[in-house]
């Protein structure tokens, strides 16, 4: 079946460190995978995605990379801000199919 | 503004009583969808909709009804809903992939947060 395993949280880091989050997959055929968040009392907005392997995706100086031999779409980020903090989804889409499969969520708290 | 809104936003209920909570996009989205989200599970699918008048079971449908009679609305009928569907709930809604390495971001609600108690 289709499953998305991410790094447990929460994640606490201070302003300007390095972030990342792992994420792992199984799923037959050719996912897309994506990475989503959701800022505080808001809904869900994707943040970036990978269509097929080798594929980077970047979006407001987050990166992940789509891992076909490790199956792993790990998100990181040189520089945090406190504007980062929120909760981060990592999930995929088999191909051609709209129905996504998330993971648990990883809440990240960024102190000044 | 392209957008999907769920109301209400918060309901406190008591078991039994038959809820519905609406979700309306203004994309012309032929995709929509409801998840749940709990503390340690994440999202779970609960209904999705193809178009008009199709409707599938997610991986949680138990306790929970849809319909999908006008494009825009997808709303989510709870007939006699249980403390165990307390819960954060989200609709979302997207175009239909057309293609096999195509794919067409998911545009989520503000999310309606329901206590049964």
């Known amino acids: 079946g289709n499953s998305v395993t991410q790094m447990e949280g929460p994640v606490t880091l201070s302003e300007e460190a390095f972030l990342t989050i792992n994420c792992t997959y199984t799923a037959t055929g050719y996912p897309s995978l994506f990475w989503y968040v959701q800022y505080p009392g808001e809904g869900l907005q994707l943040l970036l995605k990978a269509t097929k392997a080798d594929d980077k995706g970047s979006n407001k100086g987050f990166e992940a990379t789509y891992r076909k031999e490790t199956t792993s779409f790990h998100l990181e980020k040189g520089s945090v801000q406190v504007s980062d903090s929120a909760v981060y989804f990592c999930a995929l889409s088999k191909g051609g199919a709209n129905n996504l499969f998330f993971g648990t969520g990883t809440r990240l708290t960024v102190i000044p | 503004e392209a957008q999907v809104t769920q109301n209400p936003r918060y309901l406190i209920t008591v078991t039994g009583k038959k809820l519905t909570v609406t979700c309306s996009q203004n994309?012309?989205?032929?995709?929509m969808s409801w998840y749940r989200q709990d503390p340690g599970l994440g999202l779970r699918q609960i209904y999705y909709s193809m178009n008009v008048e199709v409707t599938d079971k997610g991986d949680v449908p138990e306790g929970y009804k849809v319909s999908r009679k006008e494009k825009r609305n997808f709303p989510l009928i709870l007939e006699s809903p249980s403390p165990n569907q307390t819960s954060l709930y989200f609709c979302a809604s997207s175009a239909l992939i057309l293609g096999y390495s195509s794919y067409n971001e998911q545009f989520f609600g503000p999310g309606t947060r329901l206590t049964v108690l």
């Open positions: 994309m012309n989205h032929e995709y």
